[in-house]
């Protein structure tokens, strides 16, 4: 898979030992193309894929029995809605569970995939499971291009160079909320301005 | 099929003695520098040991590539157009979001080239990129339906094939040429040449340049082009030809004649490949091989000089 990706799509891997540093990590990236999910969970060790959990919309992969399926199935997915909770499946919770159980997770805080190279604004679970859990760090994770390659709404796959950059693990240091979103999203166009 | 016949390629004595020199150079480029960094640990050698570096790896695939069956030579040669093709294209601003489609038949074009090109279909092969597809996409670009920008990327692409797929295709059609009388060295003779050439002109002109560069060319584009390092590569370049012309069936006159259009015409693709960089707001095109920027650093002169010296052989010798 991961050398599919590095010399037919040309995708490049950029310090990905530092996914090796920790035991259990939230990586946070940003979301441009269902390649993301793809290019993070290649560069895994087979160890670590096995209790790794990429978190996906439950109302886009889980919209039928099918689709959850095959979702749950290759990737591993927590399937989570995006829309408000009404209290009863807080999506917050699931997460919290796994990492309770010590699993890694894959979250993309953006929500959706948006317009292929442009950043949306992050959503606030990130801060809220990095809060209630401040023992386990953050990797940022940054990827340049993969939108570019197969963006929202296609199936055509084009190649294009792109880069998937893995940052160092960084534990937050603040308790506030909007604050650790600041943070996150801070480290991961560092990562974006390291590239270029 | 045997696909490592490396000995019977290399019962041919030009191709053993070519090869021979190319490691020779390497072995002395890289205890060279290994020496100077003993006696003198203060000098940077940093970029010129990374470089020799590469220059072992690419050496080594590109001899592998010739001296086994020529079907991995000219998948290897596809493979190369390929990342060179998807490289400039990564870096042009100007390829439209409509154009994803599109640029796939880009990429389909690039097999059906060097089939032809393994084929020895030349009639096809020298007017399937600059006539056929050169048509093609601008008529998908139309039945794609956006308008805005279209002119510009209908000149784009049939540009980023003809630098990257055409002209390295020329390097595998070597390959196919048919059997000359009197001339043991071959297609494969000709391939070693024309690469060895560029690749040692590019040396020269970069050496020539560090050592007595003073009058800039054109510092726009590229700021270390100086007249000292050029015209010292071009001297350089046709001195060596000359004597490496027994892997072609030229004369002695030839032969400098040869070179000096060779030398010329990489120092074009080098240029016109730099203009292309900054445009892209790069000064190099990707980080595939250390020390060398991108692919595209590489292959910029071979753009130009592949086609120049296949045109030049093919109408002496094989019409």
């Known amino acids: ?26 990586i946070v990236a940003n979301h441009n193309s269902h390649l993301d999910v793809m290019a993070i969970m290649s560069s895994l060790s087979f160890h670590q894929l096995k209790n790794t959990h990429p978190i996906a919309a439950g109302d886009y992969f889980g919209n039928s029995k099918f689709k959850s399926y095959i979702t749950r199935l290759f990737t591993n997915a927590i399937l989570i809605r995006r829309s408000k909770s009404n ?6 919770d699931a997460m919290n569970k796994a990492i309770q159980k010590g699993k890694s997770l894959i979250l993309f805080p953006e929500g959706s995939r948006g317009e292929p190279g ?37 199936k055509l796959l084009v ?38 | 099929m045997n696909l490592f016949q490396s000995e019977i390629y290399l019962q041919n004595k030009e191709v053993i003695l070519i090869i021979t020199l190319i490691l020779g150079i390497l072995i002395f480029s890289t205890s060279l520098f290994f020496i100077w960094g003993k006696i003198k640990p203060t000098s940077n050698l940093v970029e010129l040991k990374t470089r020799t570096k590469s220059w072992w790896m690419m050496a080594s695939i590109f001899i592998f590539a010739t001296v086994v069956h020529p079907i991995v030579s000219f998948i290897a040669f596809g493979l190369l157009s390929f990342v060179s093709f998807r490289e400039i294209n990564s870096i042009s601003k100007n390829v439209r979001e409509e154009d994803r489609r599109v640029i796939i038949w880009c990429y389909i074009a690039i097999p059906i080239q060097y089939f032809l090109a393994y084929k020895g279909w030349f009639n096809i092969f020298v007017i399937f990129i600059p006539v056929i597809m050169y048509v093609w996409i601008p008529f998908m670009l139309v039945i794609k339906g956006a308008t805005e920008d279209i002119a510009r990327s209908m000149s784009i692409l049939p540009t980023q094939l003809m630098l990257t797929v055409f002209s390295i295709s020329h390097l595998a059609f070597l390959l196919s040429l048919p059997e000359l009388s009197g001339f043991n060295a071959g297609g494969r003779g000709l391939l070693l040449f024309i690469v060895f050439i560029t690749e040692i002109n590019d040396v020269f002109q970069f050496v020539w340049g560090k050592l007595f560069g003073r009058h800039k060319i054109i510092e726009k584009i590229s700021p270390n082009k100086t007249w000292e390092g050029f015209i010292g590569g071009i001297v350089t370049t046709a001195i060596i030809g000359y004597f490496l012309r027994f892997l072609t069936p030229m004369n002695g006159t030839e032969a400098i004649m040869v070179s000096l259009l060779i030398a010329f015409s990489g120092f074009v693709g080098d240029i016109i490949l730099s203009a292309i960089k900054r445009d892209a707001g790069l000064k190099d095109t990707g980080t595939a091989i250390p020390g060398h920027g991108g692919i595209l650093d590489r292959i910029d002169s071979l753009a130009l000089t592949a086609p120049a010296f296949f045109y030049v052989i093919y109408n002496l010798y094989y019409v």
């Open chain 1, 118 to 154: 442009k950043m949306q604004e992050f959503k606030k679970g990130i801060g809220i499971l990095l809060q209630m859990n401040p023992t386990i760090p953050f990797i940022p994770v940054y990827m340049k291009g993969m939108g570019k390659v197969l963006p929202k709404g296609e």
């Open chain 1, 87 to 92: 209290g009863t499946d807080n999506p917050i």
């Open chain 1, 159 to 196: 190649p294009f160079n792109t880069y998937v950059a893995f940052g160092e693990p960084i534990f937050i240091t603040s308790t506030d909320i909007s604050t650790i979103i600041i943070d996150v999203e801070k480290e991961i166009i560092n990562l974006d301005k390291k590239l270029a």
């Open chain 1, 1 to 26: 898979m991961r050398n599919f990706l590095r010399i037919i799509v040309g995708v490049k891997f950029i310090n990905k030992e530092s996914l090796k540093k920790e035991k259990q990590f939230i």
